[in-house]
């Protein structure tokens, strides 16, 4: 049992699918992206207001004893033991009698897909465990919601529920959505579409259908941004700090934010600059002032994550918020609903707040579309940058931000294009790039040479990628968990956070590694799951992270992953020179004209927008 060498059908797929996820494999998706169909039926009248969303706790261990008694549930069923722990851990103490009442509770563990939970379902209970059975059904709808989170959405258009009930062979999907509504198992909201219309007549709605931790936090993050739209305070001499501003565009920033208390900026990777002229204006006023970033940056910058858990930035007082008087975020696309809606709860009454970002970049790794959904709110000033991103390589990443692959002039080879006919030629001339053709041409060190690749699998993926790499770079027998000193790995402490660093040693604590200076441990029964080498990484790891020059690998394989942000964002992570290793001949271009983001379904937006009309605040 311990090796699955002895399973076989569901048990055997059960195991794998744990195995694959394990080993940071992504397991099959649920896509929730077609646009939705008119409702079938009226839904009940929408939920009262909630309040804000608890801060997230650490999860319970499972005691002993409930992982045993899951464990023989789970061998009645014919599934592997190795579940037990998983399953003890999501469900809690009672996790034998739930799981032996409802089986497919077994979807509560991530590597197990609907299939498996049915095989599992029909081995405890028979003949009576159907497809429109109300325990799978209400766990279905639950567990819809979340695969629909990890895609981005908040919520669901209900027909577009009832058609993934559907498919899992739901009989009355309408029925099963409208009985775990009732049961208060997800939460139902009317959204109006369109103006207001006049008294008599019926407004039009879309019906949204939403777990209630993103519903919670939704509602928090739109009315804490409403609250700091409202109450900001504190007088200084901002003209003054406007007019010493370093270019028009950071003196139109400053003028805003003297006198509006959220505002929003975007513009491309130069345009940081302008963030950053008005935190060192609103520090010379002795406000004070805290940068926050997505990924590690300079010194006067702490990241979001690091804020949000206190152990960077200047803490809190008594009543749990940040003491500042202005907070600037950079890289705002990359906040999902549940670190923003945290976030904006931090910051106190009086104080002003500035979210700044790239629109062009991939969003977040969470749930939500915060940034896009506050531009496309207009409740608040908008300063779009005039400063454009300079050379060659800014000429190519703005093309491609309007849907535009431009030959570009690049005189200093800044760009160059590789052109590969398979994916091993494409690994081979990867590796040739950062170990040899780039540092002698550039003077730029292979450490300051970053490989970006669409995925973690295939022959051109992550994996084989770093596997030629460190052979290359690093050669060595891996003795520590599959890593040797001087790696060069990322640290994914959660999901969407993937943080360079470098091992250092191992012991029994675990993988003592350097991130940007500071020597951290990864306990050695997380670095499994937690680090990865990092000379290739994919474009989300990468986002909010540039290198002095970049490798992006797209062998043929990686057609069907191309999009407009995903080139947008990958080419934009070099600072000197980009190589492109080209094997997708005419898809490339077709993917940054044709292939938009993927759409998220979200809530926020219309929030802001009944705020701001019930606060009689006029759009900008």
Known sequence: MEAGAKLSGKAADLLAAVRAVESGAKPSAVYFDEAPAAPRRPAPPPPAPRPAAPAPTA??????????????VLARGGAPES??????????????????????????VPAVRPTQADGFARALLGSGAGPGDERRTGVLVGWLLEQAGLKGHTALEAPVLEKALAQYGVPDPAEALEQAIAEASVLVFHEPLGPPVEEGEEQPVRILVGLEG?????????????????????????????????????????????????????GGEAARAEPLALAAAARGLGLRVCVAAHAPGGADSVTVAGLLSGQEGPGRDADGQFALDLLVVLDAPQLDVESAA????????????????????????????????????????????????PGPLGELVSGVGIGELNQVDAPGKEVVIVPVQDAGEAVHRAVQLVAESVPRAFGIPADGVQVITPGHGGPAGTRALNASLKERLNPGPGRFGGFDPGDRVVHVPSPGRALPARVLSADAEGLHLDRAGARIVVPKELVESQVRHG???TAHQAVGSRWPAVVVVLPGDAAQSLSRDWVYTAFGRAERHLSVVHGVDQVLPRAVAEVLPKPRTTRLTGLLKALAAAGGHQER
């Not at 005691?63 to 464990?71: C, I, Q, T």
């Open 59 to 72: 999860a319970a261990v499972p005691s002993a004893d409930a992982v045993e008694g899951v464990r023989a």
């Open 83 to 108: 579940l037990a722990g998983p399953v003890a851990a999501a469900l809690g103490e009672g996790a034998a009698e739930e799981l032996a009442h409802n089986p497919w509770r077994l979807l509560a």
């Open 214 to 266: 993103a519903a919670m936090a939704e509602e928090s993050l739109a009315d804490g941004l409403a609250r700091l739209a409202g109450t900001f305070g504190g007088p200084a001499d901002w003209e003054q700090a406007a007019a010493a501003a370093p270019d028009r565009s950071s003196g139109e920033l400053v003028r805003a934010v003297a006198g509006h208390g959220l505002v929003t900026h975007t």
């Open 342 to 389: 945290a976030l904006v709860e931090g910051v106190p009454d009086g104080a002003r707040l500035v979210l700044s970002g790239d629109p062009g970049v991939l969003g977040s790794a969470g749930a939500g579309r915060v940034f896009a959904d506050l531009l496309a709110a207009r409740t608040c000033p908008h300063l779009v940058s005039r400063t454009p991103d």
């Open 535 to 537: 000379w290739a990484v």
